[in-house]
């Protein structure tokens, strides 16, 4: 029962099944990708600060553009707007590739981070929005995590496949696999029905500018669901979440190992992650113990990498990172899209994005200064402190929630509408 409820969009909708093909090529490069980046960095500066440097470059565009993002995914045809992103994506990738075997200077590849980041920043609400018209209300949960696993598992074989590139012909060629591995999403959005996607309900009139976002901005407001959600994934993306800066500067400046041992750390977290993921695709809905759980154990989990400094058992650590994240992550986004109306769908998802990425330019670089100062242990143990911070403070307001409730009347907590 569980096996058949865990993958129920791939049965159920062809044009999910397109997407979730291209999806499993391309989201592998992503990662090749993103574990090359900071290496490169690395290999020519030895600096975590400037790792941290490179990060906030990748997110600073979700400060920037992340509510506009929003508002467009809440306007635009999801799929065509999509193609777009992914091309910019692609583009963005074989510059990228151009730069590092050319040995061209280093400060291109911070501004084509920040081009990165832009395609990335219009990309993400726009991809999850699409989620719902692939496969509807029902089976949306089911298709957020079935997304996550692809997402992880692109991270196991996306950092252990860039590990062995970069090993073997230079970390450059990793940008250009990953600027292939963009055609094969490309064509399943092109061989999609768009008879079969699903309607959306964006209302008769529509805000514009900055109305459109004041909008979006006063909906979450008035949720307090959605801004326990957002409020705490901020917590986390500012202190709590940054092992793209960590695990390099672990592998090379703690365990003094090299592109290999990285990709296996990535790769182990990627593991983690895609367990997690599973887990959530069979459960039949979002719920608030789910999240929890994830957000204390992943706390747990780090602050217990701060204080082992050992290959297997910081990989065994990070896999366990990597599934306790997930849980979280998979059972905040399925929430936020069961809550939002279609009309604001884009927007909600868009808040989400800016406090979990749009925040990690600034978590990046103090990362990387907290690592420069106390090594990686000092870094890991500020960011597990931080979550299980943040856990405590979301299970007591979530019990205040249930207790404020009414008696003899249905919870209105997102788990038991669902």
Request: glycine residues 10%; contains cysteine.
């Amino acid at each position: 029962m569980l096996r058949g409820r865990t993958f129920a969009s791939l049965r159920k909708h062809r044009n999910y099944r397109l997407y979730f093909a291209g999806q499993v090529v391309s989201l592998s490069g992503t990662w090749m990708q993103d574990t090359a980046l900071p290496w490169l960095v690395l290999q020519r500066t030895h600096s975590s600060v400037q790792v941290g440097l490179l990060l906030f470059c990748r997110y600073l565009p979700f400060t920037v553009f992340g509510l506009l993002a929003g508002v467009v995914a809440d306007r635009a045809d999801n799929r065509l707007l999509l193609m777009v992103t992914q091309a910019a994506s692609m583009a963005v990738a074989a510059a990228l590739a151009a730069v590092a075997l050319s040995h061209a200077p280093l400060a291109l590849v911070f501004v084509l981070a920040a081009c990165g980041g832009t395609a990335v920043v219009f990309d993400s609400p726009t991809r999850q929005a699409l989620t719902f018209r692939l496969v509807g209300r029902r089976e949306l949960p089911n298709a957020v995590a079935l997304n996550s696993s692809l997402f992880n598992a692109g991270r196991v074989v996306g950092p252990a496949a860039g590990g062995v590139v970069i090993a073997a012909v230079g970390v450059g060629w990793c940008f250009a696999l990953n600027a292939a591995s963009f055609l094969a999403v490309l064509a399943a959005l092109a061989l999609m029905r768009t008879s079969e996607l699903y309607p959306l309900d964006r209302g008769a009139t529509r805000a514009r500018g900055a109305r459109a976002v004041r909008e979006g901005l006063a909906f979450v407001r008035r949720q307090p669901q959605l801004r326990l959600i957002v409020g705490s994934t901020a917590v986390v993306a500012l202190v709590g979440f940054n092992v793209r800066v960590l695990i390099p500067v672990l592998t090379s400046k703690t365990l003094h190992a090299g592109p290999r041992v990285l990709g296996l750390l990535f790769a182990c977290f990627g593991l983690g992650a895609l367990a997690g993921a599973l887990v959530a695709a069979g459960a039949e809905r979002p719920r608030w113990r789910t999240q929890l759980g994830g957000l204390a154990g992943l706390g747990a989990a780090m602050v217990a990498l701060g204080l082992l400094a050992s290959t297997w058992a910081d990989a065994a650590l990070l896999a366990l990172t990597g599934l306790c994240f997930t849980l979280w992550s998979t059972t905040s986004q399925s929430m936020l899209q069961l809550i939002a109306p279609d009309r604001f769908r884009g927007r909600v998802i868009s808040l989400y994005l800016i406090a979990f990425a749009g925040l990690s330019p600034a978590g990046s670089l103090l990362s990387g200064w907290l690592a420069d100062l106390g090594g990686t242990g000092l870094a890991f143990l500020v960011a597990g402190a931080s979550g299980l911070a943040a856990a405590v403070y979301l299970q007591w307001r979530v019990r205040a929630l249930r207790a404020a409730e009414p008696r003899g009347r249905p919870s209105r907590l997102v788990e038991a509408d669902v």
